[in-house]
């Protein structure tokens, strides 16, 4: 069975500060990742997919995360921490042969000025 | 990226009654739309998954019957929440696959259903 995990539900930076949230998954097939934002009382949106054409992937808002199978890691990051990136933030993995997706159990970005 | 819409984005309802909630893509077409639940603070659960022209596939644990799902077109999944109780006030929200090798899902903006 695939899943993920995410590992911690808050994490706190300061304005300007690297964003580190984590996700690491299990999946006994490659997989396809995915990382959404989710503001408060909207909907999801995709910041970026991994589809293993490339481990670094580049995605919306200058985000990115780097696909590691050594460690089943699929990490989400962004160089310089902004007011507008604090949200929730969920690590998701298709289901093999499905179009379902299996979601982490979310990460709150706060980001202080 | 594509676009999915949903309508209302608030519904408040007596118990007893039922809602309506549509689920859109507007610039593809999605032959697989899901629908999710959301309660505050979680992750999303997924109830359904909405097949055009074919019957939904539940997750186990849902009520098929309360919660009636249509896919009549490429573009429109619908789902009714009949006889409505307060314990089923919360966030639904809806995605569509899009074609393509990652099948990503789009999602709507959500409805917040609150059950008086």
Known sequence: AQSVTQLGSHVSVSEGALVLLRCNYSSSVPPYLFWYVQYPNQGLQLLLKYTSAATLVKGINGFEAEFKKSETSFHLTKPSAHMSDAAEYFCAVRVHNTDKLIFGTGTRLQVFP | ?116
Request: charge should be neutral; charged fraction near 20%.
């Open chain 2, 1 to 116: 990226g594509a676009v999915v819409s949903q309508h209302p984005s608030r519904v408040i309802c007596k118990s007893g009654t039922s809602v309506k909630i549509e689920c859109r893509s507007l610039d593809f077409q999605a032959t697989t739309m899901f629908w999710y639940r959301q309660f505050p603070k979680q992750s999303l659960m997924l109830m359904a998954t909405s097949n055009e022209g074919s019957k939904a596939t539940y997750e186990q644990g849902v009520e098929k019957d309360k919660f009636l799902i249509n896919h009549a077109s490429l573009t429109l999944s619908t789902l009714t929440v009949t006889s409505a109780h307060p314990e089923d006030s919360s966030f639904y929200i809806c995605s569509a696959a899009v074609p393509g090798e990652a099948r990503e899902q789009y999602f709507g903006p959500g409805t917040r259903l609150t059950v008086t």
